[in-house]
């Protein structure tokens, strides 16, 4: 099967900085799309950027010119830049990834487990 591992989480404060990674690995015959998911306590998943293996990304108008997705196609890798973080990006991040186990099957999506980020104000 297919794993997402997530990493760089944490507390920053108002206008401070995080970057989050994200690395798939199993049986990975292709990845389509990657991208980047938030919950907030209370509220619904939502998409936060994504990119495509040939590079357009997809962005949420509450994060455009703040964060910024990049990915590593060599390394199953996909980033996410976040700045001028605000309190109301508190959430849960969690990683998704399109992704082809075989050339005969269907792509389908894979989570990772999530990975807090709190922005204190």
């Not at 591992?5 to 199993?26: D, K, N």
């Not at 990683?95 to 922005?119: I, K, L, M």
Request: hydrophobic residues 30%; aromatic residues 10%; proline residues 3%.
């Amino acid at each position: 099967q297919v794993q997402l591992v997530e990493s760089g989480g944490g507390l920053v404060q108002a206008g401070g900085s995080l970057r989050l990674s994200c690395a798939a690995s199993g049986s990975i015959f292709s990845i389509n799309a990657m991208g980047w998911y938030r919950q907030a306590p209370g509220k619904q998943r939502e998409l936060v950027a994504a990119v495509t293996s040939g590079g357009s990304t997809n962005y949420a108008d509450s994060v455009k010119g703040r964060f910024t997705i990049s990915r590593d196609n060599a390394k199953n890798t996909v980033y996410l830049q976040m700045n001028s973080l605000k309190p109301e990006d508190t959430a849960v991040y969690h990683c998704n990834a399109y992704v082809r186990t075989t050339h005969w099957n269907p792509p389908r999506d894979y989570w990772g487990q999530g990975t807090q980020v709190t922005v204190s104000s």
